[in-house]
């Protein structure tokens, strides 16, 4: 009986030695999915906070469907935690659902990055002041002069005076201003050696080089200040689940910052009807005589000069143009836009007629061509060797910026995602918030079929004998735009707006 009872302890004392490790090893796991629970449920949380905010996913109730399921997830792991049970299998729901959880805040916050970073310079623009003088001049300080000549009682006065405050500021220095009628004029008694300095907004750069091709290398900058200038273009809408709106589409052709303030080659005023799902494309093409708005004094000139006083002075002056109110604005540089095109395996575009581009000296045969970035930099650049001249260089703006987009929406963008998402920042400059953006997008995709995109463009009768107030010294071709043209493009306008047919 003795060794019986020996026996039977011993047998017990090992099974009790068993079941400690056992018993631990539930514990530690119980544990570990508590707080496995509760970092899915903060990623869960942020995830479905995100997506609401943003009107990501926002199409056939997927968000709604999305929050269900994580919830349903959380509910059951928790259940799961506090009865103690299956918790191999509750570990594994757990990490599953964190990886799913993770990966989509992920993309959300990719796309979030893309929106802030094309929104980062909405609200301010960039103008480069400078001093110049002559390149076989012994001045190189601005403390060697004791004046300069500017346009300061004609078009840009304010700027000119914001650089001399500035050269007073930093260099002690006080000039005294000549005035000129225009940029051009103050270059031309630079070089005729009537004055020894000149005041030059970088933007007017492209109109010198229009008067003389060699204009840089004839002058050399002593001083430069940026000044950064809100942009105003007006109340947007507060609503971004606005059915009806339009975007003014800049397109700019230049190097450098996107924010800084150039010309406009591109004019596109997109109007949008989410609800008939309609978009109509109105150019306006870049010699249309215009009253130009804010900096340009309401004075008639070229509708191209209205963006060297800013985005919000071509909005403006476009607003007053058709009779309706631009909610939004993008601007894109051409010359960085495009180098996507190559990240994005080219693009194909329908081509209506034969032509070849002087920048790169491409041949553009009629019907679809393929192109790369180089290739579709001159199909939108060209307009001397088209038959409608401006008229089809917008047609053309306009196919290669749907090409792109088009690009952009597919599977084929995945491949290089960080570098597209790298230039589209560098050459995108907007006012558009994310939950505008996706709310396009969900349309799209909710209605099953991409939206009805129209295309039109007001005419005009070319002329050389109109003033134009940022060149007065000039003989400009302008484009004198027909009352017709234009009275049937403001009528499609608001045919698209009020959901009817243009």
Do not use: C
């Given at each position: 009986?003795?060794l ?7 047998r ?9 490790p056992?018993?631990?090893k539930g ?29 990501v996913?926002?199409?056939h ?5 999305l929050?269900?399921?994580?919830a ?19 570990m594994v729901l ?21 929106s802030r ?6 609200n301010?623009?960039?103008i ?20 300069l000549?500017?346009?300061?009682e ?18 002690k ?8 009628s ?10 005729n050696?009537?004055t020894e300095?000149i005041?030059?907004?970088?933007s ?5 080089a229009s ?6 290398s ?7 200040y ?14 971004a ?10 397109g700019?052709?230049?190097?450098g ?15 949008v009807?989410r ?15 215009v ?26 002056t476009l ?45 553009f ?11 579709a ?5 060209e307009?001397?060797s ?10 053309n703006?306009?196919?290669?910026i ?5 690009k952009l ?11 597209i ?17 996706m ?17 039109q ?14 060149m ?17 493009a403001?009528?499609?306008?608001q045919q698209?707006?009020?959901g009817?047919?243009?």
């Open positions: 009986m003795y019986y009872l020996r026996g039977e302890k011993g017990i004392m090992n099974q009790h030695r068993r079941n400690v056992a018993s631990k514990k530690k796991l119980r544990l570990f999915n508590a707080a496995l629970l509760t970092l899915v449920s903060l990623v869960s949380g942020l995830l479905v906070f995100s997506i609401f905010k943003n009107n996913l926002a199409f109730h997927l968000n709604l469907i929050s269900a399921l994580l349903a997830v959380i509910l059951l792991a928790a259940f799961f935690v506090w009865k103690n049970k299956f918790k191999v299998l509750t757990l990490f599953v659902t964190l990886l799913v959880s993770s990966g989509a805040m992920y993309g959300v916050k990719e796309l979030m990055d893309l970073g094309v929104n980062s310079t909405s301010y623009s960039e480069e002041m400078a001093v110049y003088v002559r390149t076989d001049s012994d001045k190189s300080d601005v403390t060697q002069l004791k004046k000549t500017a346009p300061t004609n078009g840009d006065k304010d700027n000119v005076t914001a650089l001399l405050d500035h050269i007073k500021k930093t260099k220095t006080e000039l005294t201003v000549e005035n000129s225009s940029y051009i004029a103050a270059y031309k008694a630079l070089i050696q009537e300095a005041a030059l907004n970088s007017f750069g492209d109109m010198l008067h003389d091709a060699d204009y840089a004839k002058i050399k900058k002593i001083y430069t940026k000044i950064t200038r809100q942009v105003e273009t007006g109340k947007r809408r507060d609503d689940n606005a059915d009806v709106f339009n975007i003014y589409v800049s700019i052709d230049t190097y910052s996107i924010s800084s303030v150039s010309r406009s080659d591109v004019n596109i005023i997109m109007t009807n609800k008939t799902k309609k978009v109509l494309l109105t150019t306006t093409p870049r010699d249309s005589y009253a130009i708005a804010d900096g340009g004094a309401g004075q008639m000139d070229k509708l191209t000069h209205a963006g060297i006083y800013g985005v919000d002075a071509s909005v403006h607003e007053n143009l058709y009779g309706i109110r631009i909610d939004y604005y993008v601007r894109l540089n051409f010359t960085s836009f495009l180098k996507l095109v190559d990240l994005l395996g080219g693009i194909d575009v329908e081509n209506d007629q034969e032509f070849t581009s002087r920048h790169g000296n491409h041949h045969p009629v019907g679809k061509v393929h192109m790369n970035s180089d290739q930099l001159g199909f939108v650049r307009r001397y088209l038959q409608g001249g401006d008229n089809d260089r917008g047609k703006q306009e196919k290669v749907e090409a792109v987009i088009k929406t597919s599977t084929s963008a995945l491949k290089n995602y960080n570098e998402i790298s230039g589209l920042q560098d050459s995108i400059q907007t006012n558009m918030e994310l939950p505008v953006l709310n396009l997008v969900n349309t799209q995709l909710e209605s099953g079929g991409s939206y009805q995109v129209q295309s463009a007001i005419s005009g009768n070319g002329r050389m004998d109109l003033p134009s107030y940022a007065p010294d000039s003989n400009l071709y302008m484009m004198e735009i027909q009352p017709e043209s234009l009275d049937n403001k009528a499609a306008i698209v707006m009020e009817k047919t243009p």
